[in-house]
């Protein structure tokens, strides 16, 4: 028998209908993010440049900035002014929000100059670019709520800008609590949001390669393309 023939002699594998929106979601996400596209073992060989490594370095840091943003806010924004160990968390948090953006900032600047959207990834850059600007409203009601000369400072200063652009009304950078509930609540859950949504783009269409890079060497999606693994 024939190589052609035994592949006839196969049996096909039903193809599974879907008629629920449960079932047409399933069907959405594994089709689009299966198991080797979320959890990869290999990626191209040119993720090995230093370029790529900001942007984890961007989601290590955000991971310390909620940690330890979780644990300032059960006890209250007046506790590390009286314990060492919140001075502590606290100031790791503020360090964590300074390598964040030193990180982030070099990520978007790599991914800029290598023409990030390339490749149907248009949704990635600009969720890339909106967690950036979210995240730039959240570190603005982290500094209002040092309690502190500095934090009234920015937080009067600021509030004549936002009085001249039309959203005082609903963001009183002068309202403690508001801000309180700002920061800890609304935005971390935005910036979080954002976030994920961007590395499951990233996952779904792969790591953009560099312009010059070989076809052969880039990591491709579809069903009738191969990873080149490095």
Do not use: C
């Amino acid at each position: 028998m024939s190589i052609r023939e035994e592949r006839k002699a196969e049996p096909v594998a039903p193809v599974e209908e879907y008629y629920t929106w449960t079932g047409k979601a399933r069907g959405w996400l594994l089709k689009h993010l299966p198991a080797d596209k979320l959890l990869p073992q290999d990626q191209p060989s040119y993720v090995a440049s230093w370029i790529y490594v900001f942007g984890m370095g961007a989601i290590v840091s955000l991971v310390f900035i909620l940690v330890s943003g979780v644990v300032l806010s059960l006890n209250g924004p007046a506790w590390y002014h009286v314990s060492d160990f919140g001075h502590f968390v606290n100031s790791v948090h503020l360090w964590s929000v300074e390598l964040f953006f030193m990180t982030m900032v070099v990520h978007l600047w790599g991914k800029y100059w290598m023409a990030a959207w390339r490749g149907g990834r248009t949704l990635t850059w600009i969720t890339g670019m909106g967690a950036f600007l979210v995240s730039i409203v959240a570190a603005f009601t982290g500094y209002l709520l040092q309690t502190n000369f500095d934090s009234q400072w920015i937080a009067f200063e600021g509030k004549d800008a936002l009085n001249a652009s039309g959203i005082g009304a609903w963001f009183n950078v002068a309202n403690l609590g508001q801000i309180f509930g700002f920061h800890i609540v609304l935005l971390p859950l935005a910036v979080g949001a954002v976030v994920a949504l961007h590395v499951i783009l990233v996952r779904m269409h792969g790591v953009v390669p560099p312009i010059d890079a070989a076809e052969t060497d880039a990591q491709l999606s579809g069903p009738d393309r191969t990873e080149a693994t490095r």
